[in-house]
C-alpha cells in the first residue's frame, strides 16, 4: 500500500513531515523553549533533511541541537548557514531565493518571503539574510509551499504559476505574521486546496485563529487542516 505524506505538528512553527518515501524532514526548530511543544517533542534525534525559513529564534532556537543529533544536512539562506558555520556547524546547504537543491529525491526551491529575519548577539542584532519560504517536491509528485513567516504578498500568485502547491502551510496568528484574512487571499492567491495553519495561539499576542480561517476558506472549496500539538495527520 503506497505511502501518502504524513504531518506531525511540533506547535507554533515547528513541522515534522513523512514523506511518501519516508524521508522525515524537520522544519524550524524549536523545540525546548516552545511552551506549545509537547514534552516527548523536546529533543528530535531522527531527521533526513532540516529545513530553516529565517533566523529568528522561535524558528531555529533548537537547530543546533537538531542538527548535531539527527546529522541532518540544514537547507537554509546563504547568511544564516554562514552564520552557523561559525557555531561549528558543517553540514550545511546553502540557498538565496529562486535556487533549487535536490536531495534524496526531495526538491527543495527557495522563494520569497515578507518578514525579517536576525537574531541578538551581545546585546547587537546580526542580521541572518532575507526570511524565505520553501516549495518542496515529494516522490510522489505533491507539492507542499511552507510559508514560513510571512504577511501575504502578489508574488504568492506567482509561486502559484510556477509551481502549483497542493498544500500550503501559513502563519495565521498575526501580529507579527498575517493574521486569518490575509491568509485566506493567500489561499486564494496560491489557488491550494488544502492548508495547515500554523504559528497561533503560542502567545496571548498571536490572535488568529484556525475557526475563523475555515470560516473564511471552506465557502471556496479549501480544507483546513487544524492539528494539535504533537498530533499528526496523514
Known amino acids: ?86 557555531k561549528g556547524l558543517r ?17 527543495v526551491r527557495m522563494v520569497s518571503a515578507e518578514h525579517s529575519s536576525s537574531v541578538v548577539e551581545d546585546g547587537q542584532i546580526v542580521y541572518l539574510g532575507a526570511p524565505v519560504g520553501f516549495v518542496l517536491g515529494l516522490e510522489d509528485g505533491l507539492r507542499v509551499y511552507f510559508a514560513g513567516d510571512t504577511a501575504v504578498f502578489g508574488d504568492m500568485a506567482l509561486i502559484r504559476r510556477q509551481y502549483a502547491p497542493h498544500i500550503a502551510f501559513l502563519p495565521i496568528g498575526d501580529r507579527y505574521t498575517m493574521g486569518p484574512e490575509d491568509a485566506a ?22 490572535t488568529g485563529t484556525p475557526a475563523r480561517l475555515r470560516e473564511l476558506v471552506e465557502p471556496l472549496g ?13
Open 91 to 107: 553540514n550545511v546547504c546553502p540557498m538565496n531565493k529562486g535556487g533549487r537543491l535536490v536531495i534524496d529525491d526531495l526538491d
Open 185 to 206: 487571499v493567500a489561499c486564494e492567491l496560491l489557488g491550494v486546496r488544502q492548508v495547515v495553519p500554523m504559528h497561533f495561539g503560542t502567545f496571548p499576542v498571536l
Open 222 to 234: 479549501i480544507t483546513v487542516f487544524e492539528l494539535r500539538p504533537g498530533e499528526t495527520a496523514k
Open 1 to 86: 500500500m503506497p505511502r501518502r505524506l504524513a504531518i506531525t505538528w511540533l506547535g507554533h512553527g515547528t513541522f515534522l513531515l513523512t514523506s511518501p518515501g519516508g524521508k522525515i524532514i524537520l522544519i524550524d526548530p524549536w523545540l525546548e523553549g516552545n511552551p506549545a511543544c509537547p514534552d516527548e517533542w523536546k529533543r528530535v534525534r531522527h531527521a533526513d533533511l532540516i529545513l530553516v525559513t529565517h533566523g529568528h529564534f522561535d524558528h531555529f532556537g533548537d537547530l543546533l541541537q537538531a542538527a548535531r543529533d539527527t546529522g541532518a544536512p540544514v537547507v537554509a539562506i546563504v547568511e544564516l548557514c554562514r552564520w552557523l558555520e561559525g
